[in-house]
C-alpha cells in the first residue's frame, strides 16, 4: 500500500485526526516524492548520456572504437538509470 493510500485508511477509521497522527503519513509521502523525483532526474541523465552515443562512424575512425565508446556510453547511462556510480 503506497502512503497516500495509507493515509486514507487512517482518516477513514479514525475519529479524530491530529497531527501527531498524520505525521508518520506525511513522511512517508514526502519520501516516495522525493524517490520518485530522483528517479526521474537519473532517467533523464541517463537519456542525455545516451544521446552522446555515434551513430555513423566518422571518416578515420575505426568501427571498433565507436563500438568501444557505445559500449561505455551505454554502461555509464545504465549506471545512472539505476543509481549506481558511473
Not at 4 to 32: H, N, W
Not at 58 to 64: A, F, I, L
Request: charged share 35%.
Amino acid at each position: 500500500m503506497n502512503a497516500r493510500d495509507a493515509l486514507i485508511e487512517y482518516a477513514a477509521s479514525t475519529r479524530t485526526v491530529t497531527a501527531d497522527g498524520l505525521a508518520p503519513y506525511i513522511d512517508r509521502i514526502e519520501k516516495e516524492a522525493a524517490e520518485k523525483a530522483a528517479s526521474e532526474t537519473r532517467k533523464r541523465a541517463a537519456r542525455e548520456i545516451f544521446a552522446e552515443k555515434i551513430t555513423e562512424t566518422p571518416k578515420g575512425w575505426s568501427e571498433r572504437y565507436v563500438a568501444g565508446w557505445n559500449d561505455a556510453i551505454d554502461s555509464a547511462a545504465d549506471k545512472v538509470r539505476y543509481g549506481g556510480q558511473p
